[in-house]
């Protein structure tokens, strides 16, 4: 909006810059959906290190970027696989230290919201019900657990602390080339991520005219003004789904995850999908008609919603 | 009528949903049972999903994650994390389900370390919003496989805090409310009773045995009073669930 | 949504039943914007007593409330006029108890905010860096300031009670039977609002039918599940706007300004816009071209989404 | 080049706008001031609205309120003032404007209670987000008339903090960050000096005099070194301000 399109990059140069070695990252903070594993790929392709990753979920991206070295910490409530299961790269380094170990931060998927809130929102710490009799206050010890001062009688509240990742990337349907952005369907800890974090990537299904974002401000998650990067990468969030766009690529994320079963496995997994692909355009011309069977085709349109002023 | 354990398992829980009352929903079985719940007795129960997603009417497609495009569409209210847990730690959600993959004699469960926390055993993928839903909602339901390493006398880490100690435990805790209120496995029902909340064998699933599901658990499992076999899926569940899973998965 | 529209109501009905003297009220929470006056008008008609607004800003609404004997408290960041400046009845009430007193819970909208915020999602208090330095603190005794638990330094944090008021009135475009709404352009704490009222009654500018609602779920800004009741009142937030919908009646709102200068011209005002006309419809009739000519006839709509699912 | 007082001042705080900075925009002239400062020297400031408007170009028509129909039409974030203003909570805005009834020595500011909480002479409307924008916006604007009887020593309850006691006292109070930068009157232009951070004399709007805006202080007013006349608005920003003010209504 009344400047020049200087947020609009390549995805190699976006994560090349903005993305350092020791980052904490968030990479989709929508849980299942919306998961931008374009930049776990370029992550991985242009080995970065000591990664803390910030995850409510993130489906099978955060064990990808374990086992390939990327990651050494995560800060978060579950990694995994979300059709299949365990993560098998989170395992090995949890368990025998393999490719390399992993330092764990547990949360829960609330706490790591209210965290999120909180920097976002500039809050000292967030307080929450939930983590009592949770042994995760014991292997967390950034939360604190005092006696409510608003109550007459003894009541202990969890202190959340706030998280302030470095850098949050997050898949849109479509944006600007401000990073002006619209999100619709479920969002899970996206708004909160991306208003906490230092630095916003935005990976941009479709980069559309700034009209069509200020045709409706509502559906803006979060503004332009706090991203640093717009990534034009159509289908970047395969092979996770994104509301109105993709279905999920569920075989796809079944097949990393018997791959991944050894390290043999995930590395000719990590050969064949990653590293002797240059980049995201080439990731989709490999895909090529699998891709086209996730597109979604249909049209369920949202209701019209009036903007006039007079 | 012929059924699998797994249709058993699905009509079991829910039944443990009453009409109108919000259901924090995991994926899974539990998915299944909201919808067979909402089209049999329960017309009017709303179901809630970690992602921020809430329906009414169950997706109609396949879910292979709660966020999948179907689950969206037509949803009640598509919104986030913070708003749909914040609203059961305001004690708004009547019941969520969770599973596990390590559960004690007090409905406390393991989805976290297996072996220790410093060079686990086992790593498991963590809680998720399960210890979230353990804490804030007020009655907890659990769902999984029944297997004598499964089922043990204490889990090695509470990810997801059942009744603890039992007895008073959970209240001094600092948890006002919420507490495990029924385990539905493959082979069995188990509910919590009397002041220890101890989990007590509730009743059997046909073809299941007393001894067979004690042989299971890891701990002395005793029986409620009155303890039977869990009622046979009905025609109306049945049909509920044939209704939403026509791929005909879980058969 | 499988069940009957049993939340369709008359406005009468829906204050009789749903608001009772002494019960703490949001009237619109929106701040300047969709403020439901003719649930305003019904109390003042009801003779409802001893109210106590939870109010940010509400334009005018709550100063009428005052005036009309139906409010005794007030708990908020601001009773006036937007575009007038001063509230007469306010200042009548405070000054000279005339024609009572009004008790005064001093809040800022943000602390406004994070209190119905902590209400919404059953926080035990919200954290605030605001208010500090504040006399607010000394006036309303509801604050408590704590040294922050979390940090090594002395750092003055305000603990926010939660707020949960018994009933909230709220006025959207459109809504269906059960109380499932849209709301677009800016909100204000009507979310936080909805959420942590005991009771929803749910002013609709227009019925719709259940599937417009549930083509855009991301447009719903809290569910149908908080709704005690729905009232179909075409531009019952008249002299509010309504984003889309309708323009402020600046003049209306003026008159009232003006007229309510004295407690005769305030009885006047309220017996010829209140008092004497029966019902929401007769106030329209009355209004008659005024109130079309503040009908916003443009077109400016939201570029479309689209939610299919294959 | 002929202007109105409400004109400069509106330019005048325009000028307080730098480019690319998040201004916390308030009701009437605040919001002509952001409308000139985007459109002359600041043409990528964003204004934030603490009813969940925020924008990047100047609204097209007449405002009556911050949430009429012409400020949500093209706007860049339409939300709700807990995210507006956590941003600012969170350090993320640069400059906020507030009015004020009463004001004093050190900035501090009364939209409360004139003559006691109690029974109050005049009840002022309160707050709205005034507090939250003195508290947590990096630099508070002022804009207010010059009368002595609002520029008081010391104001008798203090709605929105400015330097409090002057000196080290607003940071003891806990507030790390802002205070006053800039007190725009319809006679001068106000600014904190020195470490005590009282209000000194900066410039004097053109036809007024140094004695003149003394005399309408209700404190021993001094002059920074230096001060000089306010400078006239420029072309640039009059051109500005009338593409805003179609209708003339500040002239």
Known sequence: MGGMADKLCQLKDAVAELIRDGDSVVLGACLEPNIPFAVTYELIRQAKRGLNMIAPISDASTDMLIGAGCATAVTGAWVGNVSGGLGHNYRRAAETAQPHAVRINDFSNFSLGMALMAGAYGMPFAPVRSLLGSDILKSNPAFKVIDNPMSAVREPIVLVPPLKPDVAVLAVPRADAEGNAHVWGSTGLAQEAALAARRVIVLADEIVAPEIIASDPSRVLFPGFVVSAVVDAHAGCHPSPMAGRWKRDTAFLDDYHEQSRTPDGFRAWLGEWVLSVPDHAAYCRKLGDRLEALRIRGAALAAPANYASA | ?251
């Open chain 2, 1 to 251: 009528m012929s059924f699998s354990t797994q249709e058993l398992m699905i009509v079991a829980a829910a039944r443990e949903i009453r009409d109108r009352e919000l259901v924090f929903v995991g994926m899974r079985l539990p998915i299944m049972a909201f919808g067979v719940a909402r089209l049999s007795h329960a017309p009017r129960a709303v179901g809630l999903f970690e992602c921020g997603v809430v329906r009414y009417a169950p997706a109609d497609g396949t879910l292979h994650t709660m966020a999948d495009p179907p689950n969206q569409l037509g949803a009640a209210w598509t919104t986030g994390t913070v708003q749909v847990m914040g609203l059961m730690q305001g004690g708004r959600v009547d019941a969520g389900f969770i599973g596990g993959a390590e559960i004690d004699r007090y409905g406390n469960l393991n989805t976290s370390y297996i072996g220790g926390i410093e060079r686990p055993k086992v790593k498991l993928p963590g809680s998720g919003g399960a210890a979230d839903i353990a804490a804030m909602a007020k009655r907890l339901l659990v769902i999984m496989n029944h297997e004598k390493h499964r089922f043990v006398e204490r889990v090695g880490f509470v990810t997801s805090p059942g009744w603890l100690a039992g007895g008073e435990a959970r209240r001094r805790a600092g948890l006002a409310q919420g507490g495990p209120a029924a385990v539905i496995t493959d082979r069995a029902v188990l509910r919590p009773h009397g002041p220890d909340h101890e989990l007590h064998l509730a009743s059997v699933h046909p073809g299941q045995t007393i001894d067979g599901v004690r042989a299971a658990t890891g701990w002395d499992l005793k029986c409620l009073p009155g303890a039977g076999e869990t009622p046979a899926p009905g025609e109306r569940e049945l049909a509920a669930l044939h209704t939403i899973d026509k791929d005909g998965f879980w058969r």
